[in-house]
């Protein structure tokens, strides 16, 4: 299946007229662009269709948008990093252990006085929690018993139908009946690896990887293999298959939209291609679908449950990093493997919290949640964007980051050389943070990369901080007499 031409569109018509008034000369850096309004009176067009060629402006970094004042150019052939090279780790797995540099980065996270550089989620200002609030005052008077009686095991009826009506969104059928609801996303994962694994089983993940599923691995004593992940188009489905004919693993964790840390978000056709290989070989896949919602194009994307006709894709997700993180309100929609799960999940915690299921089924109900996520999109895409301007101006000189299409994080690959665990310890005295890149992996790579979290409120203090660190990574980058 060919991707389709997307220069048929209106709105990539109107971008590129201005892209090219840009690229030539006749929008100077500074210059403000022609409202909304403007646009739509002069191409005869939607204020949404204007809108989409601001956005893909702005995601070529071509534009940016100033609050209360419109969009202005803001264009440097020096403004943009490049995109790192597809990993490469070892073939064999690992068993592996970060824990302790984990631990170092974890324990900071609830320090106040630190910038939570060093999570994957969105501050608190960036979420609704007056209306979650006001939703948890009506869920107690709805609910039998004011919430605290146990649910029934698969969760909240009335959150698994709107689970099943937002899948609709990625092509997806799913009925309320084939949902379970879990404490969070990796609740699910979890749930979902003993489903399908045994101990001294080995899965295949992408390379870099969450730590959060490192540690999950490690905890339930399977192995794992690292698979080559390119940062825009994700894992690479010839390592994939390859480990799947030769029956080196026993299943496969994929995140196949915006993957954490690189951002890479999988082409729907090799979702539908890694699908096919699961169902060829029999391998379960595994998807964590956490963070498919957060997408800066036009629609979501597909998930590799989309292509599932079999039942061996076990879906999962969660508001955790969208909606509400304290409320572990995720799930699953495990295929043929729902017997498995649903046991697995009454051994080891019987039913989930009831009232706050409630309060997640009210929000996607009633469109608030379509509403808050349009605004989060909005604010994270410009976040990432400004985040690009502050490593390319900031950083040491090679500096090569993602250009993540959705998500939270921003990868950054500094000079070989740099060791960013001990870059943490500096950045953590002069109260700076962020992730290393050695605590995605089971291997000794990524020792001179780091993750930085852009789901925070952008103002002069972040900005200040990002280029703070951006000196501290020149004055290492000195000290090994490589040039800045």
């Known amino acids: 299946m060919?991707?389709?031409?997307?220069?048929?569109?209106?709105?990539?018509?109107?971008?590129r007229v201005i892209e090219q008034q840009i690229l030539n000369g006749t929008l100077r850096t500074g210059d403000k662009l022609p409202s909304l309004r403007t646009i739509c009176r002069e191409y005869g067009v939607s204020q949404n269709t204007a809108l989409s060629a601001y956005y893909y402006l702005e995601n070529k970094l071509l534009i940016t948008p100033r609050p209360q004042s419109g969009y202005y150019v803001c264009y440097s052939r020096t403004r943009i990093p490049?995109?790192?090279?597809?990993?490469?780790?070892?073939?064999?797995?690992?068993?592996?252990?970060?824990?302790?540099?984990?631990?170092?980065?974890?324990?900071?996270?609830?320090?106040?006085?630190?910038?939570?550089?060093?999570?994957?989620?969105p501050v608190n200002e960036l979420l609704p929690i007056a209306k979650l609030n006001k939703g948890l005052i009506q869920a107690s008077r709805d609910l039998k018993g004011s919430g605290v009686a146990y649910d029934r095991v698969e969760g909240n009826e009335r959150l698994r139908r709107q689970i099943a009506r937002w899948a609709f969104a990625m092509e997806c059928n799913l009925s309320y009946q084939d949902i379970i609801i879990t404490g969070g996303c990796l609740n699910a994962l979890s749930f979902c690896l003993m489903a399908t694994t045994q101990k001294g089983n080995t899965i295949a993940m992408e390379s870099p990887v969450s730590y959060g599923m490192l540690q999950l691995a490690q905890a339930l004593g399977v192995k794992v293999l690292e698979l080559p992940?390119?940062?825009?188009?994700?894992?690479?489905?010839?390592?994939?298959?390859?480990?799947?004919?030769?029956?080196?693993?026993?299943?496969?964790?994929?995140?196949?939209?915006?993957?954490?840390?690189?951002?890479?978000?999988?082409?729907?056709?090799?979702?539908?291609?890694?699908?096919?290989?699961?169902?060829?070989?029999?391998?379960?896949?595994?998807?964590?679908?956490?963070?498919?919602?957060?997408?800066?194009?036009?629609?979501?994307?597909?998930?590799?449950?989309t292509y599932d006709e079999s039942g061996i894709v076990l879906w999962c997700g969660s508001v955790s990093k969208t909606l509400a993180p304290g409320y572990r309100v995720g799930w699953t929609a495990p295929g043929k493997f729902k017997d498995r799960v649903q046991n697995i999940k009454i051994a080891h915690c019987l039913a989930s919290t009831s009232i706050t299921q409630e309060v997640i089924a009210g929000f996607l109900e009633t469109g608030r949640y379509e509403n808050h996520l349009r605004k989060l999109r909005h604010v994270l895409h410009g976040n990432a964007l400004k985040y690009a301007g502050v490593v390319a101006n900031h950083f040491p000189e090679g500096t090569m980051a993602t250009r993540p299409q959705g998500g939270f994080v921003l990868w950054v690959e500094l000079p070989v050389g740099i060791d960013t665990a001990e870059l943490y310890k500096s950045a953590i005295a002069r109260r700076l943070s962020f992730a290393p890149g050695r605590i995605f992996t089971l291997q000794n790579q990524y020792n001179n990369?780091?993750?930085?979290?852009?789901?925070?409120?952008?103002?002069?203090?972040?900005?200040?901080?990002?280029?703070?660190?951006?000196?501290?990574?020149?004055?290492k980058v000195r000290s090994l007499g490589i040039p800045v």
């Open 82 to 121: 490049a995109i790192p090279d597809a990993s490469n780790p070892s073939a064999v797995p690992n068993y592996g252990d970060t824990k302790f540099l984990v631990r170092s980065v974890q324990n900071t996270m609830s320090d106040t006085e630190l910038l939570p550089l060093s999570l994957s989620a």
């Open 2 to 15: 060919k991707n389709k031409d997307i220069s048929h569109f209106t709105y990539v018509r109107i971008a």
């Open 229 to 305: 992940t390119h940062p825009v188009t994700g894992v690479d489905l010839n390592a994939l298959e390859e480990a799947m004919k030769t029956g080196r693993i026993n299943a496969c964790l994929l995140v196949a939209n915006f993957g954490n840390p690189l951002g890479s978000c999988m082409p729907d056709e090799n979702k539908r291609i890694a699908v096919q290989l699961a169902e060829k070989y029999n391998i379960p896949l595994i998807e964590n679908d956490l963070n498919g919602d957060v997408y800066f194009g036009q629609q979501r994307p597909k998930s590799c449950k």
């Open 449 to 475: 990369c780091m993750r930085l979290n852009y789901g925070l409120t952008w103002n002069d203090t972040l900005q200040s901080q990002l280029i703070a660190l951006g000196n501290l990574a020149k004055t």
